[in-house]
């Protein structure tokens, strides 16, 4: 038990279990958190310090370290997965659970008039630690920040219908 919640066996012994498998190996009976390399699982796992501003069973969220805002939020998955295309179902939905709970309070706390929500999925995009994340921003008229279509250039070539037909035959 720590700070009243309960821990798995995993994440009350990330160094214990980092420094067997830098001795001995990758353990043969059991599959590594990747916990060593993985910032947000450190965090995640109480190794490495973050600001947390909640914690639940399948989810954590804390304040990011390099805010693009006061108030700016990341909320990621307990379980290590890189890309959102790769989270199990039950993750995702607390994953976004936890994204609407926390929207209201983080702008209500910081007196923003709106928040920024988005993911930066794959490395192409600009995703810096491959553990899915949630950044939620705080946004305030005139703030000098534009919105999601500000970050693309319009370099469209396809028609939407062939585009979308495309997708739908994917999708099935
Ligand atoms: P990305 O570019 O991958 O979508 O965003 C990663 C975010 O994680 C960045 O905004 C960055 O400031 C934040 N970040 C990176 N390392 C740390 C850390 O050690 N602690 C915290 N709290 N945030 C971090
Ligand atoms: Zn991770």
């Given at each position: 038990m720590v700070g009243g919640v309960n821990y798995p066996?995993?994440?009350?012994?990330?160094?214990?279990?980092?420094w067997l498998?830098?001795?001995?190996?990758?353990?043969?009976?059991y599959v590594s958190p990747m916990t060593?390399?993985?910032?947000?699982?450190?965090?995640v796992g109480g190794e490495v310090?973050?600001?947390?501003?909640?914690?639940?069973?399948?989810?954590v969220a804390f304040l990011d370290v390099q805010p693009l805002a006061d108030g700016h939020v990341l909320i990621v998955p307990r379980?290590?997965?890189?890309?959102?295309?790769?989270?199990?179902?039950?993750?995702?939905?607390?994953?976004?659970?936890?994204v609407l709970r926390l929207a209201g309070p983080v702008r209500e706390a910081l007196g923003a008039a709106g928040t920024t929500i988005g993911i930066n999925n794959g490395a192409a995009t600009g995703q810096t630690i491959p553990h899915v994340h949630v950044h939620i921003?705080?946004?305030?008229?005139?703030?000098g920040a534009g919105s999601i279509h500000t970050i693309f250039p319009r370099r469209?070539?396809?028609?939407?219908?062939e585009v979308a037909a495309a997708i739908r035959r994917v999708v099935g």
């Open positions: 066996f995993w994440e009350r012994n990330i160094t214990w279990i980092a498998e830098l001795t001995l190996g990758p353990s043969p009976v060593t390399s993985c910032i947000f699982c450190r965090i310090p973050a600001e947390v501003v909640a914690r639940e069973p399948e989810v379980a290590h997965v890189a890309a959102v295309e790769e989270l199990e179902p039950a993750a995702a939905a607390a994953l976004f659970q936890t921003v705080p946004r305030w008229p005139d703030d469209t070539r396809r028609p939407l219908g």
